[in-house]
T-cell receptor, first 114, second 113 residues
Framework: DAGVIQSPRHEVTEMGQEVTLRCKPI?????LFWYRQTMMRGLELLIY????????DSGMPEDRFSAKMPNASFSTLKIQPSEPRDSAVYFC????????????FGNGTRLTVT | GENVEQHPSTLSVQEGDSAVIKCTYS??????FPWYKQELGKRPQLIID?????GEKKDQRIAVTLNKTAKHFSLHITETQPEDSAVYFC????????????FGGGTRVLVKP
């Protein structure tokens, strides 16, 4: 299994630009999570999906952030417009829900907004 | 919602000594407690987990203990080695739909050779 696959690995963009982060969960996993990691705030859960349905988006910082999961094998996290304070590492993770199965993280996308 | 506190935030130990990291959680309904290790520039990876029907679990040099009454759990690393240097995160989950994990703030462990 290739694990959770995220793209791009690094993204550098200018303030005001749209940013789209992509994630492919592990095949067969039906829960998908987007986390943001910064030195100041640690690992923050932004949103998670169960069976492609958003369950909890209370961690999404503001309306500039949106996430979709059109099918079981793909999710996107979009920031529009981006701001310097959005600079962070964004992790996608997946698991099999209902069984306390381990959460598997992707390698993350390091976003820098200048 | 669940709140997980983790201490200490940094821990420096001599190679061969033991390291202990402690976490407390707020929601008594939580029943799953994993620990993740994150090396510099890499993704968090699960190293051990414990469920609420178990008080202790060991895997070679690492062990986790759980006290449900006090709502705290701990990670113990014995005979530390330089490759144990990393950031360690505890987490808690109620095992509800999606297995939503709430993470502690992390502990940066440095093992001095």
């Amino acid at each position: 299994d290739a694990g959770v696959i995220q793209s791009p690995r690094h993204e550098v963009t200018e303030m005001g630009q749209e940013v789209t982060l992509r994630c492919k969960p592990i095949s067969g996993h039906n829960s998908l999570f987007w986390y943001r990691q910064t030195m100041m705030r640690g690992l923050e859960l932004l949103i998670y999906f169960n069976n492609n349905v958003p369950i909890d988006d209370s961690g999404m910082p503001e309306d500039r952030f949106s996430a979709k999961m059109p099918n079981a094998s793909f999710s996107t996290l979009k920031i529009q417009p981006s701001e310097p304070r959005d600079s962070a590492v964004y992790f996608c993770a997946s698991s099999l829900s209902g069984s306390n199965s381990p959460l598997h993280f992707g390698n993350g996308t390091r976003l820098t907004v200048t | 919602g669940e709140n997980v506190e983790q201490h200490p935030s940094t821990l420096s130990v001599q190679e061969g000594d033991s390291a202990v990291i402690k976490c407390t959680y707020s929601d008594s309904a939580s029943n799953y407690f994993p620990w993740y290790k994150q090396e510099l520039g890499k993704r968090p990876q699960l190293i051990i987990d414990i469920r609420s029907n178990v008080g202790e679990k060991k895997d070679q040099r690492i062990a986790v203990t759980l006290n449900k009454t006090a709502k705290h759990f701990s990670l113990h690393i014995t005979e530390t080695q330089p490759e144990d240097s990393a950031v360690y995160f505890c987490a808690a989950s109620m095992g509800a739909a999606g297995n939503k994990l709430t993470f502690g703030g992390g502990t940066r462990v440095l093992v001095k050779p």
